[in-house]
């Protein structure tokens, strides 16, 4: 099986930077589709971030275009999230999504991180 392994959040003030990472982390990994980034704030449901295919073509949420940059090693089975100017609205914790992955022994598909918090003080 394949996990989606997170790590990089934080808190930061509000104008600050964080970056987050993930990696799709298994054995005899054959490919790695679209992974992305949600996020979920206490009393909301959980939205998109960003999402990347393996041939580089990348989706944002409206509320973070500009600002946060999705990027992706697919050598490395790994995505990043650069978060720019960040606001306290941008406080929740992060998911890392990863849409399909094929093994030497298996495929399977929407496999998610355990998330990882980011919190932005004003």
């Known amino acids: 099986q394949v996990q989606a392994v997170e790590s990089g959040g934080g808190l930061v003030q509000a104008g600050g930077s964080l970056r987050l990472s993930c990696v799709a982390s298994?054995?005899?990994?054959?490919?790695?589709?679209?992974m992305g980034w949600y996020r979920q704030a206490p009393g909301r449901q959980r939205e998109l971030v960003a999402t990347?295919?393996?041939?580089?073509?990348?989706e944002y949420g409206d509320s973070v275009k500009g600002r946060f940059t999705i990027s992706r090693v697919n050598a490395k089975n790994t995505i990043y999230l650069q978060m720019n100017s960040l606001k306290p609205e941008d406080t929740a914790v992060y998911y890392c999504?990863?849409?399909?992955?094929?093994?030497?022994?298996?495929?399977?598909?929407?496999?998610w991180g355990q998330g990882t918090q980011v919190t932005v003080s004003s």
């Open positions: 990347i295919t393996s041939g580089d073509s990348t």
């Open positions: 298994g054995r005899s990994i054959f490919s790695i589709g679209a």
């Open positions: 999504n990863i849409d399909s992955f094929a093994t030497s022994t298996a495929f399977g598909r929407d496999v």
